[in-house]
């Protein structure tokens, strides 16, 4: 069986009234720069993994 790895990149932010919405709803608001960070991270991830696995 192959490896694998799971990335969970919690980016969604709350409303003005406090409410945080799940990644499919239409009122969801995301922080940009968590997704900055995580596709950097899967990025690195990737490019890692195929430095060491010629």
Not at 8 to 14: E, M, V
Not at 21 to 43: C, K, M, R, W
Request: some cysteine; glycine content about 6%; aromatic content about 12%.
């Amino acid at each position: 069986m192959p490896e694998s790895t799971y990335f969970f990149i919690g980016c969604p932010l709350p409303d003005d009234n406090g409410e945080v919405y799940p990644v499919h709803h239409p009122l969801v608001q995301f922080n940009e720069e968590a997704l900055i960070v995580g596709s950097a991270t899967l990025a690195t991830s990737a490019t890692n993994w195929l430095r060491d696995n010629k």
